[in-house]
């Protein structure tokens, strides 16, 4: 398959709204999923001719975004903080109120998740993996899936129990993704 310019750049101006929706639910900051999001770019462009061969790009850049986050977050052990508001899509119409609180509240239950709780969540709900998928992404046993899950969702349980709020499934579709776009 020759490589085409066009054909990477197309790639990245269609798909970096959604991997860096997933690079900050990540990294829980905006300019740490910018960075994430490049560097898992650049790598995807240096190895584009051999994954043009099964032509699933952007799965091999999600990939490499969770393999460096995981090597980021191994590397240091510092105590992380989600400061800011979520990031609004562009052209976006503004939030309900129920939404805002309920984003609101999300952001502050993530921010109080470790790095790797976040990913394990992220993968598992977000993405909506399995765990035996997550633990490949993350390089992990399917027993840390298991237990980072367990203990993600009781800390989610303890710090914002509004998430378990009977109103919260009436948000117009519920999902992790639609609360946070």
């Known amino acids: 398959m020759d490589f085409q ?22 990294t829980g900051d905006q300019h740490l999923a910018e960075d994430l999001v490049q560097s898992a770019l650049a790598r ?3 190895a584009w001719h ?3 061969r099964s032509g699933n790009f952007e799965a091999y850049t999600r990939k490499t975004m969770y393999h460096l986050q995981v090597s ?13 508001d979520l990031p609004e899509p562009r052209g976006a119409a503004p939030d309900h109120a129920q939404q805002t609180n309920l984003r609101l509240t999300l952001h502050d239950a993530l921010s109080k998740l470790t790095a790797r709780q976040r990913a394990v969540l992220v993968l598992r709900f977000f993405e909506d993996r399995s765990e035996a998928e997550a633990a490949d992404v993350l390089g992990v046993t399917i027993g840390t899936v298991k237990s980072q899950t367990a203990k ?6 303890v710090v914002a129990p509004d998430l378990a ?14 609360v946070l776009r």
């Open 44 to 46: 995807t462009h240096r």
């Open 165 to 178: 709020d009977p109103i919260v499934p009436e948000v117009d579709p519920c999902s992790l993704e639609e």
């Open 152 to 157: 993600a969702l009781a800390k989610l349980r």
């Open 5 to 26: 310019p066009t054909e990477f750049d197309d790639f990245v101006r269609s798909r970096t709204p959604a991997l860096l929706r997933s690079a900050y639910l990540l």
């Open 72 to 84: 980021w977050w191994r590397r240091r052990r510092l105590a992380e903080s989600m400061p800011g």
């Open 50 to 52: 051999q994954v043009g």
